[in-house]
């Protein structure tokens, strides 16, 4: 078949095989219909045809395109006062307790119009494009009422036409109870009915939920998962990030995609997930934000299987950032990753925690989401302190 694309002189690092972060040079890549549908040695790649476009990458590092697979991207406003706060002295838990933190942030979003927050949303998504990312995982939480978290998810989904980008969609209205209610009435009065609305409008990918002692129990979340499974929806957890709360183990216990943060969990909890096959997304942003101390026991994690992603968790309170490969930088920095598993971590296990197998990897059949750098050496990625060498980003086969 004729390709539409042919990149040729690539250093390719294919995401895929017994070696899967090793880059090969002088490989061809061939793209049709905005799928790969050849990597590998010249002598074995498609003909060009008339229309072929033919990209030397002129010995470039050609990997997949990174996954953000953690963020809560659609905000409204921002959290600098609060972080004023904090760096005099506050903790996160405390500016919590007094109607700050998350609330701060929902205020903001439910009194932003649909459009005034795509406008503070867009250039957040457009930083993060310009660091490679040609997937995002987008979570709702900031708005804790119907409208607004359909809102929210609506804004996502419009993100994902306005540029270039896959967006997946997360429904996280178990993110914080709202001032004035009360957490069970909350999540039985307000979150579930709005996760099967936004479900039946399909702006629903998947389902998440903060598990913490500053946010919902094991049991409440347990209800919100229930539902999920009725729904056909998979789920995932903010998981162990301030306390252990065995919320790896009522994730695991639900077929979880992934258990996120996860500075404070357990054995069991390992064991756990990976028993069911749920991916660690690790965050350090928030992690280096909130000046934890306790790591994420990666070396556990490791020893038992489970497979490690990184995200950004790009979110106002935590984690204002939005470059992945600083996320990779700190993963490798603070948590004591190898430069192969930052890479993993944003590409194949990125797709693993959002249930992907069309992205993450280049191989015939997969989606041809793709990153040129001007670079030879893949750790190169991880080394560099937020300033990827990106030379071309490439959604569906064509460059952007
Ligand atoms: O992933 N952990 C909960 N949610 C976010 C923080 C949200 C916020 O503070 O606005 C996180 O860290
Ligand atoms: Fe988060």
Redesign the pocket.
Known sequence: MTPDLLITDARLVRLRGPDPCAAIAAQTVAVRGGKITFAGDADGAPAAGAHTQIWPAEGRLLTPGLIDC?T?LV?AGS?AAEFAKRMAGAS?AEI?ASGG??M??VAATRAASEDELIAQSLPRLDRMLAHGVTTVEIKS??GLDLETELKILRCARRLGELRRVRIITTF?GA??TPKGAEADAYIDDVCIPALRTAAMQGLVDAVDG?C?TI?FTPGQIARVFATAQALGLPVKL?AE?LSNQAGAELAAQFGALSA??LEHVSADGIAAMAAAGTVAVL?PG?FYALRETIKPPVAQLRAAGVSLAVAS?S?????PMTSLPLAMNMAAILFGLTTEETLQGVTRNAARALGRHDIGAIAPGLSADLCLWDCTDPAELTYRIGDPPLHARIFEGQAC
């Open positions: 953690h809560h905000y959290r996160y919590a933190g998350i701060n942030t939480g900031y996280l993110h914080t903060f913490e946010a903010h990030q996120d943060h965050l928030a968790d979110n106002p309170g935590t984690s």
